[in-house]
């Protein structure tokens, strides 16, 4: 019986190469360059104005893979959005503000979701959503999505400031009154600003406001809350 030459004895012991799907935590890590790599070409060029060629240069990542995972640019123009929203909410966290009064933790709390949401990029993005909604109703689901969440977040945040024996007697703080009573603090607190932040107004001039109206806004806030409730 022949012998095999060393050298084909070393290249017969190396372990195969592994070819396909790559692990796990790989296809992650390729989810995100495409993420971000869209978002990135979103904001510059705009929806219809952005090329799958650009992203997939940008995320190292070839058309055919994009495309396993978002059938359309308008899919991953979407999950763009969801990652962005997703991402706002976990900077502003999952707990209720420290402060010694409820008016402390209030203020903190709103003036937290402010300086998140009046971001550049945040601002853009949503801009870009609103502009291209009408030809591609489905956006849509964007801009649903966010607010379903961030009111979750929210409700949860004021639910928790709500257990404090401060507040916790207070008719707008009663379980079945919880949801209307975290809309009236979005409202109160965030609309007014965000609005303005859509409309063009100077970014930096806003936040500079945001403290004194925060404040303004929790102080009105809980003094409704002193007398009957909200319905």
Same mark, same amino acid.
């Given at each position: 019986?022949?012998?095999?030459?060393?050298? #084909?004895?070393?290249?017969?012991?190396?372990?195969?190469?592994?070819?396909?799907?790559?692990?796990?935590?790989?296809?992650?890590?390729?989810?995100?360059?495409?993420?971000?790599?869209?978002?990135?070409?979103?904001?510059?060029?705009?929806?219809?104005? +952005?090329?799958?060629?650009?992203?997939?240069?940008?995320?190292?990542?070839?058309?055919?893979?994009?495309?396993?995972?978002?059938?359309?640019?308008?899919?991953?123009?979407?999950?763009?959005?969801?990652?962005?929203?997703?991402?706002?909410?976990?900077?502003?966290?999952?707990?209720?503000?420290?402060?010694?009064?409820? #008016?402390?933790?209030?203020?903190?709390?709103?003036?937290?979701?402010?300086?998140?949401?009046? #971001?550049?990029?945040?601002?853009?993005?949503?801009?870009?959503?609103?502009?291209?909604?009408?030809?591609?109703?489905?956006?849509?689901?964007?801009?649903?999505?966010?607010?379903?969440?961030?009111?979750? +977040?929210?409700?949860?945040?004021?639910?928790?400031?709500?257990?404090?024996?401060?507040?916790?007697?207070?008719?707008?703080?009663?379980?079945?009154?919880?949801?209307?009573?975290?809309?009236?603090?979005?409202?109160?607190?965030?609309?007014?600003?965000?609005?303005?932040?859509?409309?063009?107004?100077?970014?930096?001039?806003?936040?500079?406001?945001?403290?004194?109206?925060?404040?303004?806004?929790? +102080?009105?806030?809980?003094?409704?809350?002193?007398?009957?409730?909200?319905?």
């Amino acid at each position: 019986m022949s012998r095999l030459p060393a050298t #084909e004895k070393r290249r017969r012991k190396q372990p195969a190469v592994r070819v396909g799907r790559p692990p796990r935590e790989r296809a992650g890590e390729v989810d995100e360059r495409i993420l971000e790599a869209a978002r990135r070409v979103f904001l510059e060029r705009g929806l219809a104005g +952005a090329s799958m060629d650009e992203i997939a240069r940008l995320a190292r990542a070839g058309k055919p893979t994009i495309y396993a995972r978002f059938p359309s640019k308008e899919a991953l123009f979407t999950a763009v959005g969801i990652r962005n929203s997703a991402q706002l909410l976990e900077r502003l966290g999952t707990h209720a503000p420290a402060g010694a009064t409820i #008016e402390e933790r209030l203020v903190k709390l709103g003036t937290n979701i402010l300086q998140r949401l009046l #971001e550049s990029d945040a601002i853009d993005f949503i801009r870009l959503s609103i502009a291209e909604v009408r030809r591609f109703p489905d956006l849509g689901s964007v801009g649903r999505i966010a607010r379903e969440r961030a009111g979750q +977040a929210a409700s949860q945040l004021l639910s928790e400031v709500g257990q404090s024996d401060a507040i916790g007697d207070f008719p707008a703080f009663a379980a079945e009154r919880l949801a209307t009573t975290t809309q009236f603090f979005i409202d109160l607190v965030v609309l007014r600003f965000f609005l303005r932040a859509l409309t063009g107004e100077n970014l930096k001039v806003l936040c500079a406001e945001i403290d004194t109206h925060v404040a303004r806004s929790v +102080a009105f806030f809980l003094a409704a809350c002193r007398h009957e409730g909200v319905d």
